[in-house]
């Protein structure tokens, strides 16, 4: 009686393969991240050709006007005393 399984059912299962778990785990977080990066990447070159043509919508209506200069950083001098 001690040796009997008192589930023998789950002897009959196959048992999953860890390695190929994680395998198809990965694959699947793989194929998530590419599609994040082809949205972003997407989002990305929209954004770009609307600030351009805005740009060029901006230079077209004001000729004369030039970009704005940047404010220079004055650089910070340690002073030994």
């Known amino acids: 009686m001690a040796d009997?399984?008192?589930?023998p059912s789950q002897d009959l299962r196959p048992r999953p393969n860890?390695?190929?778990i994680w395998e198809q785990r990965t694959a699947v977080v793989?194929?998530?991240?590419?599609a994040e990066r082809a949205a972003i990447d997407a989002k990305t070159a929209k954004l770009r050709a609307l600030r351009l043509a805005k740009e060029a919508a901006d230079?077209?209506?004001n000729p004369e006007a030039k970009p704005k200069p940047?404010?220079?950083r004055r650089k910070s001098v340690i002073r030994v005393s």
């Not at 009997?4 to 589930?7: L, M, S, T, V």
Request: net charge negative; glycine share 0%; no cysteine.
């Open 4 to 7: 009997e399984n008192p589930f």
């Open 70 to 72: 940047r404010a220079h």
């Open 30 to 34: 793989k194929r998530e991240v590419e």
């Open 59 to 61: 230079s077209a209506n």
């Open 18 to 20: 860890p390695a190929e």
